[in-house]
Protein backbone atom coordinates (compact mmCIF):
# COMPACT_ATOMS: atom_id res chain seq x y z
CA UNK A 1 0.00 0.00 0.00
CA UNK A 2 1.54 3.04 -1.19
CA UNK A 3 1.42 6.04 1.60
CA UNK A 4 2.83 9.74 1.58
CA UNK A 5 3.09 11.23 4.76
CA UNK A 6 3.55 14.69 5.19
CA UNK A 7 4.88 16.48 8.53
CA UNK A 8 6.71 19.70 9.57
CA UNK A 9 3.74 22.21 9.11
CA UNK A 10 2.67 24.74 11.70
CA UNK A 11 2.41 28.70 12.59
CA UNK A 12 5.22 30.72 11.76
CA UNK A 13 5.56 34.44 11.20
CA UNK A 14 5.73 36.33 8.26
CA UNK A 15 9.95 35.81 7.09
CA UNK A 16 10.33 32.80 9.36
CA UNK A 17 11.11 29.30 8.07
CA UNK A 18 9.74 25.76 8.30
CA UNK A 19 10.90 22.16 6.49
CA UNK A 20 8.29 19.98 5.38
CA UNK A 21 8.89 15.93 4.97
CA UNK A 22 7.03 13.61 2.81
CA UNK A 23 7.92 10.27 3.76
CA UNK A 24 7.13 7.75 0.78
CA UNK A 25 6.79 3.88 1.21
CA UNK A 26 4.77 1.09 0.17
CA UNK A 27 6.74 0.89 -3.79
CA UNK A 28 9.85 1.72 -5.22
CA UNK A 29 10.01 5.74 -6.36
CA UNK A 30 12.80 5.37 -8.55
CA UNK A 31 10.51 5.98 -11.33
CA UNK A 32 8.44 8.51 -10.20
CA UNK A 33 8.43 12.50 -10.07
CA UNK A 34 7.87 13.78 -6.50
CA UNK A 35 5.67 16.87 -6.03
CA UNK A 36 4.78 19.62 -3.62
CA UNK A 37 1.32 21.30 -3.89
CA UNK A 38 -0.34 23.81 -1.98
CA UNK A 39 -4.01 24.56 -1.48
CA UNK A 40 -5.28 28.00 0.13
CA UNK A 41 -8.58 28.26 1.53
CA UNK A 42 -11.26 29.30 -1.58
CA UNK A 43 -8.54 28.35 -4.04
CA UNK A 44 -7.51 25.33 -6.13
CA UNK A 45 -4.75 23.56 -5.70
CA UNK A 46 -1.46 24.90 -6.99
CA UNK A 47 1.61 23.45 -7.86
CA UNK A 48 4.85 24.61 -5.33
CA UNK A 49 7.81 22.54 -6.39
CA UNK A 50 8.68 19.37 -7.98
CA UNK A 51 12.22 16.48 -7.94
CA UNK A 52 12.19 13.01 -9.26
CA UNK A 53 13.85 10.29 -7.70
CA UNK A 54 16.51 9.76 -9.84
CA UNK A 55 18.33 12.85 -10.37
CA UNK A 56 18.15 16.23 -9.31
CA UNK A 57 16.34 18.85 -11.47
CA UNK A 58 14.01 20.93 -9.57
CA UNK A 59 11.00 22.66 -10.38
CA UNK A 60 9.34 25.60 -8.78
CA UNK A 61 6.20 27.99 -9.39
CA UNK A 62 7.23 31.47 -9.88
CA UNK A 63 5.63 32.69 -6.38
CA UNK A 64 8.95 30.59 -4.27
CA UNK A 65 11.37 31.21 -6.58
CA UNK A 66 14.60 31.94 -4.43
CA UNK A 67 12.71 31.03 -1.49
CA UNK A 68 11.59 27.22 -1.23
CA UNK A 69 13.83 24.37 -1.94
CA UNK A 70 13.19 21.15 -2.80
CA UNK A 71 14.95 17.92 -2.08
CA UNK A 72 15.06 14.48 -0.72
CA UNK A 73 17.05 11.63 0.58
CA UNK A 74 16.56 8.62 -1.35
CA UNK A 75 17.78 5.73 1.61
CA UNK A 76 15.05 7.71 3.72
CA UNK A 77 12.63 7.97 0.96
CA UNK A 78 11.83 11.09 2.07
CA UNK A 79 11.14 14.68 0.19
CA UNK A 80 11.68 17.77 1.86
CA UNK A 81 10.39 21.29 1.15
CA UNK A 82 12.56 23.64 2.95
CA UNK A 83 10.45 27.06 3.20
CA UNK A 84 11.97 30.68 4.05
CA UNK A 85 11.13 33.84 3.94
CA UNK A 86 8.19 33.06 4.24
CA UNK A 87 4.99 35.15 3.28
CA UNK A 88 1.11 35.63 4.59
CA UNK A 89 0.24 34.20 1.20
CA UNK A 90 1.90 30.71 1.19
CA UNK A 91 -0.90 29.99 3.88
CA UNK A 92 -1.89 26.44 2.53
CA UNK A 93 -2.65 22.92 3.05
CA UNK A 94 0.61 21.60 1.87
CA UNK A 95 0.43 18.58 -0.22
CA UNK A 96 3.36 15.79 -1.25
CA UNK A 97 2.49 13.80 -4.41
CA UNK A 98 3.73 11.23 -6.59
CA UNK A 99 3.90 10.86 -10.08
CA UNK A 100 5.40 8.14 -12.79
CA UNK A 101 7.35 9.28 -15.60
CA UNK A 102 4.70 7.79 -18.03
CA UNK A 103 1.30 9.23 -16.34
CA UNK A 104 0.27 12.70 -17.25
CA UNK A 105 -1.13 13.14 -13.54
CA UNK A 106 -0.04 12.81 -10.30
CA UNK A 107 -0.85 8.77 -8.59
CA UNK A 108 -0.61 9.09 -5.29
CA UNK A 109 -1.04 11.90 -2.81
CA UNK A 110 -0.79 12.48 0.86
CA UNK A 111 -2.96 13.84 3.16
CA UNK A 112 -1.66 17.14 3.80
CA UNK A 113 -0.27 19.67 6.50
CA UNK A 114 -1.12 22.84 7.20
CA UNK A 115 1.27 25.70 6.99
CA UNK A 116 0.06 28.93 8.33
CA UNK A 117 1.74 32.77 8.34
CA UNK A 118 0.80 35.16 10.27
CA UNK A 119 1.82 38.97 9.71
Known amino acids: QVQLVESGGGLVQAGGSLRLSCAAS????????MGWFRQAPGKEREFVAA????????DYTDSVKGRFTVSKTNAKSTVYLQMNSLKPEDTAVYYC????????????WGQGTQVTVSS
Open 97 to 108: AARHYTSHQYDY
Open 26 to 33: GRTFSNYR
Open 51 to 58: IPWSGSTT
